[in-house]
C-alpha cells in the first residue's frame, strides 16, 4: 500500500502548479482522500479532501476558489489543481487516503487524524 505524491516545485506568486497522488498496491475507488500541508514549524493541516465516490469536496478557506480537488478513477489517481499560489501556500503537501465504502458517498474531513494511509510529501515553494 503506497502513496506518492508529485508535481510540486517552485512557482512564482500566481502561478499554477497541479498536484498527484497515484496509489499503488490498492484501489483509491472506495477511499476518501485528503490533501495536507506543512510548513516549516507548523502543524500539518488539512487543504482539500473529495469523498469516497467524489460527490463532496471540502476546502480550506485559504485555497478556496483557488484549489480544485478531483479523482480519476482509471488512473488510481487524486490530483489538486492550485492556482493563484501566494507565498502562504509553501509547504510540504500530503495526500492521505482512508477507506469508507464503495457503494455509499460520505461526507469527507480534513481531520488528518481520519486518514490511514499517508504519502511521502511533495514541496511546494511559491517565490519570486
Known amino acids: 500500500v503506497q502513496l506518492v505524491e508529485s508535481g510540486g516545485g517552485l512557482v512564482q506568486p500566481g502561478g499554477s502548479l497541479r498536484l498527484s497522488c497515484v496509489a499503488s498496491?490498492?484501489?483509491?475507488?472506495?477511499?476518501?482522500v485528503g490533501w495536507f500541508r506543512q510548513a516549516p514549524g507548523k502543524e500539518r493541516v488539512g487543504v482539500s479532501c473529495?469523498?469516497?465516490?467524489?460527490?463532496?469536496?471540502l476546502y480550506a478557506d485559504s485555497v478556496k476558489g483557488r484549489f480544485t480537488i478531483s479523482r480519476d478513477s482509471g488512473k488510481n489517481t487524486v490530483y489538486l489543481q492550485m492556482n493563484n499560489l501566494k507565498p502562504e501556500d509553501t509547504a510540504v503537501y500530503y495526500c492521505?487516503?482512508?477507506?469508507?465504502?464503495?457503494?455509499?458517498?460520505?461526507?469527507?474531513?480534513?481531520?488528518?487524524?481520519?486518514?490511514?494511509?499517508w504519502g511521502q510529501g511533495t514541496q511546494v515553494t511559491v517565490s519570486s
Open positions: 498496491g490498492f484501489t483509491l475507488d472506495g477511499h476518501g
Open positions: 473529495i469523498s469516497n465516490l467524489g460527490g463532496s469536496t
Open positions: 492521505a487516503a482512508t477507506p469508507r465504502s464503495t457503494t455509499i458517498d460520505i461526507w469527507p474531513t480534513l481531520q488528518p487524524y481520519e486518514y490511514d494511509y
